[in-house]
């Protein structure tokens, strides 16, 4: 079945790879070690190292991290829940994670808005139980909550693919030796579900770093994380070498990010598969 | 027992936590009034209305269209490189892999510019630009759901199939897909999901005219989602929603059957017909509204491709024109300057006619984009009023060029319930009197004017001790602030989420509607002046088509029926003066020359000013 | 005799509307090799699962030495399990595999390597520490799962169908090999199967069940040669089972044709069912036999022929003898009176349905 004659079939593919993935991306790149004027310059590479460049992607970096830990112990628990369960119908459980994208995105995220404002509807309710209002809108906590709300279905996935693959008997077999719960947690479910938690934390934590919508509308534009920073020098400052620059070398940690985890993660391991 | 009911609790509770924000949104649509801060009682009205709104019913059209198609067209070209790498060997199989993320790992914005810089090299942008962006996201994920399945596969079938004679496409097709079939249809489910979804990419790289939900939605953040767009998202989603009740009903039938294999072998080909079937009337959905689409493109004669801020006319007129003149508008919208000098300069759309603000008007004319204007051909002019001529000096010195449009000032919108007394000066912005209960514009020009302004300086100082005084105190100021909008600023207010705001006038009107608490104020130290004009482009091919055009907004009910659009003030003298009375009066809407007497147009800067402006609003914001 | 280590008392388990274990008692002595023998189906695995603690019984208890361990996790007993599919940890070294119990256990790791050395000596898999379970053979991998179940010393070893993925070859050599390691350990083994071969092997005790209920409990020689039911005879080795009626004592008639037995107390004229293993029936020169019949096909069995005779009284005979007979040739059929063995016919509808089980099992 493994011919030469069917490696041809993806011929269409790599045409179009080469065509609007390389090609563009060499654009940017062009620009990056560009100046406006057009020499060759290797500044806007080293910008990232500006004290506020290098304060954005320390934020980014944090927030991208800390919001794949919580969809981590958010994901983790539900997969050994529905796992446990004898109802583990892994479908209906796709169809309810992905459901809500069909909401569009800016629409979501201005409704999380509403929710968590000042005077939103989560504070109206806390006031009519006699609790303290939370300020949770404007700070990077509100960013975390908008990132674990729209990445959560991307790390709850791929953890759940995992987790239900571990065949029962394994599980079994470490009672039997005499493994308690917690044992069988942390030395057999874990550790085979992590192919599952690095495509997770791939498909949370890039998107994560390069996100500047989320930290718009429920940061206050407070917080500039090194999305919002490459966003304004394309389309506010005008310096789109800076920019492409910027965007460079967030694909390099990004890259670097991948290449950490994506030893762990399975390729084609991404949990979209109904 | 306990541990089985925390379990259920537990998922009850992630459950809410993804599906309460879409519930708000669901409720949002049944609201009466049209600001999302303030509940007016239940209507039904706007789910009505949306399928009258040719604006939003075509920009879904064409997302619909662009999802499906793209979609599609990816599931083809996934399938076979699915195909064409699964077979490969292990060092190129994971060099695809590698590359088949880079639209996944690539942050959006680098994706969509990187997309529009090489597109624009190949042909005009369009509808097509946006289907290539989209099918070029969608692939992976295809691929990435067509792998495992593959992996999964039983190829001693297809050779089975093959040794009982099938041809490999027929052993193919009838044999290997079947097993497939879930990847892909995950797969082209996957991509219509992120096709719809996406916002970035489809913003930089469609051309004039082609909208989709999102980028439409984008663009009425300013001035409040219409609630036929939240009506129309929740019809959406609930016909997913049914969608995917039924398929997966259809396929738990399919399994509960599973131990009668014969029964299971019918039921597998009929679910597949009834699935291809579906396919099949989606598809043909799509291509209708595509033609639809493609009707309205291809309209013969003249054509006219207008750039303007996003809700800053009313689409009535464009369509009003059409009819009048027979030409045909090909309308796109931006929410800031810089945003439209970045669409513009890039060349990637051949724009007839802009409108963008003084500043940015001057860049443009000091750059050589704008034809000249006779103003003497156009009739209506003589609407505008005169002192207009003089305000738009510092852009257009002999008026040669611009046709204004709009003006107004900026000041500060506030809730008199809130603050002692009338607020009448910045002073209030930087006291910490009302901390954290400030809002900012989050616009570099304009946070800085405040700040210049308060310290009693020119807003268009080019003194480089001057601004770094006011960045200093922007800085110290920042504690203070509860955030920097350009868009909410003023529902915020309406909300009670801030007890002030810095706002453009045109703005402080609709507030005060929504909420009569709120008052609006342009400070005593002076502040901005602001004047969007229109210019005819060096693009422009057909100049006397682009002054028609502008000679129909200068005309009295055209410009009564923009104006009545939004609000802000008219520099049509025949509109004001047929104004109410209490419209007149209003400062919001036409400010009194006593209060405009220290206001001051913005000029633009020259390249060291810019870039100090840059460097300094980067600062600030990462403080 | 040695004490009854492992005791089942009236045992019911079901799940959901599906009974799968009724009533059952059955009591395990030590050092015994007790095979647990059935159609899949029979509720063989969920004994062997609630022996290990995997399943609760509805209703019953199991004692384990004297103790009543019903409750009791499957990590706090003294059993260890070799599963059907291994359930070797793929993530760990064969090393680690074996030493998961004694880690657990929290035993040194001087005592570790010893007794990881000494297991794999034992499966013959010597040098093996360090590679992965996806690298080996099934047979080595079912190796170490006995070798990752022995080294915690168990006093009961069960064994859920631990041989079914091995080809013949492998499977005949495990069988030594398990034999050999019961004797050198000295501990119990409870064996789930569902191949009588494998079970006659190695067994000192086999419990034949059938939907839930225990068949025939007895030794392989007692269970070969005296089966208790059509079911048993059927499942332990191939039998013609014919109608007959006993017409008096020693005296049964089949297709109108009397034949000679042994057995005595049946009523007269009381139908029955008779059971002649193939091996048992003779075929002669057409003059000689019983009744005579005519072959309808031979196949080549290796040690034996197997040879169908349709018989002149209408009854089909499967036979198995190392004579050559023609397909079309006329033989004569003979049985001597002790190969006969007559048995009830089922009476109550539970007994039917053994019946149905195991034609569903022959499919």
Known sequence: MKTNKMRVLSIPYIVWIIGFTLIPLLFVVMRAVTDPKGGFTLANLFAIFDPIHRKALILSLLLAFISSVICIIISYPAALILKASRFSNKKIMIFVLILPMWMNFILRMLSIQMLISKNGLINNLLEIFGMNKMSLINTPYAIILGMVYDYLPYMMLPILNCVLAIPDDMIEASKDLGANRWYVLTKIMIPLSLTGIGSGVTMVFVPSMTEFVIANLLGGGKIQLLGNIIEQEFSVSMNWNLGSGLSVMLMIFVLITTLVFGRTASQTDRGFVI | ?623 | MSKKLIELKSISKSFGACTVIEELDLYIRENEFVTLLGPSGCGKTTLLRIIGGFETPDRGQVFFDGEDITKLPPNKRQVNTVFQKYALFSHMTVAENIAFGLRIKKKPEDFIRERIKYALDLVNLSGFEERMPASLSGGQQQRIAIARAIVNEPKVLLLDEPLGALDLKLRQEMQYELIRLKNELGITFIYVTHDQEEALTMSDTIVVMNRGVIQQIGTPESIYNEPINAFVADFIGESNIIDGIMTADRQVVIGGQTFECVDTGFEKDQPVDVVIRPEDVELLPPDKGAVTGKVTSVIFKGVHYEIQVMSSIGINFLVQTTQYFSVDSLVGINVIPDNFQIMHKPKSEDEQILREGEDHENQ
């Open chain 2, 1 to 623: 027992m306990i541990g089985r009911s925390l379990g259920k609790i537990y998922m009850a509770l992630i459950i809410v936590f993804l599906y309460l924000p879409i519930l708000v949104l669901i409720t949002l649509s049944f609201n009466a009034s049209r600001s999302r801060v303030v509940w007016n009682g239940f209507t039904l009205k706007w789910y009505r209305e949306v399928f009258e709104n040719h604006v939003i019913m075509s920009a879904f059209g064409t997302t619909i269209a662009l999802a499906v198609l793209s979609s599609l067209i990816a599931c083809f070209i996934g399938l076979f490189a699915a195909l064409g790498i699964f077979a490969m060997k292990k060092r190129d199989y994971r060099i695809m892999l590698f590359f088949t993320n880079i639209p996944l790992l690539n942050a959006d914005i680098v994706t969509g510019i990187a997309l529009m810089l090489w597109l624009v090299r190949l042909f005009p942008l369009g509808f097509t630009s946006v289907l290539i962006s989209h099918i070029t996201f969608n692939i992976p994920y295809v691929i990435l759901c067509v792998l495992p399945k593959l992996e999964a596969a039983d190829f001693h079938q297809f050779e089975a199939a093959r040794d009982l004679g099938a041809s490999s496409f027929h052993a193919f097709i009838k044999v290997m897909l079947p097993d497939l079939l879930p990847g892909l249809l995950a797969g082209f489910f996957m991509a219509v999901t992120m096709s719809m979804d996406d916002f970035v990419i489809t913003y930089f790289t469609k051309g004039p005219g082609v909208n989709t939900l999102s980028t439409l939605i984008y663009g009425e953040i300013k001035k409040g989602i219409k609630p036929e767009m939240y009506a129309l998202s929740s019809l959406l989603f609930l016909l997913v929603l049914i969608i995917l009740i039924v398929v997966n009903i259809l396929m738990a039938d399919q399994d509960n059957k599973k131990d009668n294999m014969e029964r299971t072998q019918i039921r597998r080909r009929t679910l597949m017909k009834k699935i291809v079937l579906l396919f099949m009337m989606v598809c043909a959905l799509s291509a209708a509204l595509c033609a639809c689409a493609g009707n309205n493109a291809s309209d013969e004669g003249t054509e006219l491709t207008v750039f303007n801020y996003s809700e800053y006319l009313d689409p009535e007129m464009i369509a009003k024109f059409t009819k009048e003149t027979g030409i045909k508008i090909n309308y796109e919208e931006a929410t800031t300057p810089e945003e439209m000098y970045t669409k513009f300069s890039s060349g990637a759309i051949s724009y007839d006619l802009l409108c963008t603000s003084d500043y940015m008007l001057k860049r443009l004319i000091d750059e050589g984009r704008a034809q000249e204007i006779d103003r003497s051909a156009i009739a209506n002019y003589s609407n505008i009023d005169p002192k207009f001529s003089d305000l738009s000096k510092s852009f257009d010195p002999d008026g040669k060029y611009t046709v204004p449009y709009f003006w107004g000032t900026v000041g500060i919108l506030y809730n008199t319930k809130e603050t002692d007394g009338p607020v009448d000066s910045w002073d209030d912005l930087f006291s910490g009197k009302y901390r954290g209960n400030i809002i900012m514009q989050d616009s570099m020009r304009d946070s800085f004017m405040v700040a210049l302004k308060y310290l009693g300086y020119s807003l268009n100082t080019k003194d480089e001790a001057q601004i770094r005084e006011a960045a200093q105190l922007l800085k110290d100021q920042k504690s203070d602030v509860e955030s920097y909008l350009v868009d909410e600023a003023r529902d915020e207010v309406v909300a009670g989420n801030a007890v002030m705001a810095v706002v453009y006038s045109g703005e402080a009107y609709l507030g005060h509607e929504y909420n009569e608490d709120l008052a609006y104020v342009v400070p005593k130290e002076g502040s901005n002046l602001w004047i969007d004009s229109w210019i005819v482009t060096d693009n422009c091919k057909n100049k006397d088509a682009a002054v028609k055009f502008l000679d129909f907004l200068c005309r009295e009910d055209v410009a009564n029926a923009n104006f009545e659009y939004i609000y802000y003030s008219t520099p049509n003298t025949a509109v004001v003066q047929s104004m109410d009375e209490d419209l007149k009066n209003d400062p919001a809407i036409i400010p009194s020359d006593d209060s405009i007497k220290d206001c001051e147009v913005y000029e633009a800067f020259d390249e060291k000013t810019t870039q100090l402006y840059n460097e300094l609003w980067k600062e600030i914001k990462a403080e």
